[in-house]
């Protein structure tokens, strides 16, 4: 299994992003696929979750209204579309994969048993 993560760059404060997370072994559409972040000197933090029964999907508080995931099973891919982006928002942006994760449990990372490498994104004020 492989998990590719890309899209992260350099941008100003208000800017867009949108991060891709590819996948290889997998189908995206059968597991809880996930984006977690990890800023300097701090420990990695939960982004938001798309579940593989119905697609209902939950975001951070501190992402929520300005991030939107999704995926497209045609492609095997899952997106994180990140809009006014913050300087408190510069991290490392990993996905994640999982098969058979509780929704209570769905935030966390020791469920998850496939990581992308993670892609940074650094946005200045």
């Known amino acids: 299994v492989q998990l590719q993560a890309s899209g992260g760059g350099m941008v100003q404060a208000g800017d867009s992003l949108r991060l891709s997370c590819v996948a290889s072994?997998?189908?995206?559409?059968?597991?809880?696929m996930a984006w977690f972040r990890q800023a300097p000197g701090k420990e990695r933090e939960f982004v938001s979750y798309?579940?593989?029964?119905?697609?209902?999907?939950y975001y951070a508080d501190s992402v929520k209204g300005r991030f939107t995931i999704s995926r497209d099973n045609a492609k095997n891919t899952v997106y994180l579309q990140m809009n006014s982006l913050k300087p408190e928002d510069t991290a490392v942006y990993y996905c994640?994969?999982?098969?058979?994760?509780?929704?209570?449990?769905?935030?966390?990372?020791?469920?998850?048993?496939?990581w992308g490498q993670g892609t940074l994104v650094t946005v200045s004020s």
């Open positions: 994640a994969a999982g098969a058979l994760i509780l929704s209570t449990d769905a935030s966390a990372e020791q469920p998850y048993p496939y």
């Open positions: 072994g997998l189908t995206v559409r059968s597991y809880t």
């Open positions: 798309t579940r593989r029964s119905g697609g209902a999907t």
